[in-house]
């Protein structure tokens, strides 16, 4: 299967009418999948990565498991004309404050943000929620970031990568 998207790319250039949410020149229907460990949102800049008779997985250009691989990468592109939401990673370091997460669903609520989900790591000075939220583009994360970051008790606020193969 990897020899028929390596023969895809270079025998079909054509610009194609596509509506996927990710764009791979000259082909229209491949299998496409976000990386989990960096999970790309629409606006960050993108790589592909072709799998082993599993299609084309997208990672974040920064992402640490492809960061020095040279071999079977292709370049990948946003298409702008699809609307669709995608998972990102966000940790927030808080004071120990009772309600955060009440204020925290509320910001989501306002932005039209969806929390998919919500990991609590207590510690004796501050609590830590890993969150995944549901953003349609960096804009919008970013914009969210900002907010909950000027909120009360806020240490920190981060969008990060996991680490996983």
Same mark, same amino acid.
């Given at each position: 299967? *990897? *020899?028929i998207? $390596?023969?895809k790319l270079? +025998?079909?250039?054509k610009?194609?009418?596509n509506k996927?949410?990710i $764009?791979v020149?000259?082909?229209?229907e491949i299998?496409i999948?976000?990386? @989990?460990?960096? #999970?790309?949102? &629409?606006g960050? !800049? ?6 082993k008779g599993?299609?084309? +997985?997208?990672?974040r @250009?920064?992402?640490?498991?492809i960061m020095?691989? !040279? *071999? #079977?990468?292709?370049p990948?592109?946003?298409? /702008?004309n ?6 990102a =990673?966000?940790?927030?370091?808080? !004071? &120990? &404050?009772?309600?955060?997460l009440l !204020? ?5 609520s306002? /932005?039209?943000?969806?929390?998919q989900?919500?990991?609590?790591i207590? =510690?004796?000075? /501050?609590?830590? /929620?890993?969150?995944?939220v549901m953003?349609?583009d960096?804009? &919008?994360l970013?914009?969210f970031?900002?907010?909950?970051n ?6 920190e606020?981060?969008r ?5 193969w």
């Amino acid at each position: 299967k *990897e *020899e028929i998207v $390596i023969d895809k790319l270079t +025998t079909n250039n054509k610009n194609i009418n596509n509506k996927n949410d990710i $764009i791979v020149d000259g082909i229209d229907e491949i299998k496409i999948t976000f990386a @989990s460990c960096c #999970r790309p949102i &629409k606006g960050d !800049e993108i790589i592909g990565y072709i799998t082993k008779g599993n299609g084309i +997985t997208v990672h974040r @250009s920064n992402c640490h498991n492809i960061m020095d691989i !040279e *071999e #079977r990468i292709i370049p990948v592109s946003w298409n /702008y004309n699809v609307q669709n939401r995608y998972p990102a =990673n966000i940790i927030i370091k808080v !004071e &120990k &404050k009772d309600n955060f997460l009440l !204020e925290l669903i509320s910001k989501t609520s306002s /932005y039209n943000i969806n929390i998919q989900a919500i990991n609590t790591i207590n =510690n004796i000075d /501050y609590n830590v /929620y890993d969150l995944i939220v549901m953003v349609e583009d960096t804009d &919008k994360l970013n914009k969210f970031i900002t907010v909950v970051n000027q909120m009360k008790n806020v240490i920190e606020v981060e969008r990060i990568i996991k680490w996983e193969w």
